[in-house]
């Protein structure tokens, strides 16, 4: 790990809240040091975002990011998931969805998840249906709360 990336780590590390972090993003741009293809720092930041301040500035981080990869695409899925944003995680997936070769094996139980407390069982079979065609198996459950009533209803 070159100096300058050991330091950029250490300030990230040190960023405890809101105002630090959005200096550290500051700095970042001005010195050209943000970019779309350092997934590490796209990640890392989108993640102090979501922590310390609202999911509205790591999805606007996000939103920069031309061609996200599918690693950055689970890391916003997964930080309105926790702040149980859940139409919206499934919005971010529908647009994430345009792209299929992004979606992965981690990507779906963040979806069901999401489906699970909207009590959506319609999506969630076709998040099933997806998982059986990228042959992402055993992936024999959708509804992964107590929404569902009847197990049998999405076998």
């Given at each position: ?21 959005t200096?550290?993003h500051?700095?970042?741009l ?9 997934c ?34 689970n ?37 069901l998840?999401?489906?699970a407390?909207l ?37």
């Open positions: 790990m070159s100096r300058e990336r050991e330091l950029i780590s250490q300030l990230l590390e040190a960023s405890t809240n809101a105002k630090s972090i200096q550290l500051s700095f970042l001005r010195c050209g040091l943000l970019t779309a293809a350092d590490f720092l796209c990640y890392s930041l989108g993640l102090l975002y979501a922590k310390f301040t609202t999911s509205t500035l790591a999805r606007n981080l996000f939103d920069e990011i031309s061609q996200p990869n599918s690693f950055l695409w890391a916003m899925l997964r930080s309105h998931c926790r702040a149980q944003q859940w139409v919206e995680t499934l919005r971010l997936l529908r647009r994430m969805a345009a792209k299929p070769s992004d979606l992965d094996a981690f990507t779906l139980p963040i979806a998840k999401a489906c407390a009590s959506e069982l319609r999506h969630g079979r076709t998040i099933h249906a997806v998982a059986i065609k990228k042959r992402f198996l055993p992936f024999r459950y959708v509804c992964c709360s107590s929404t569902c009533r009847d197990v049998r209803q999405v076998q």
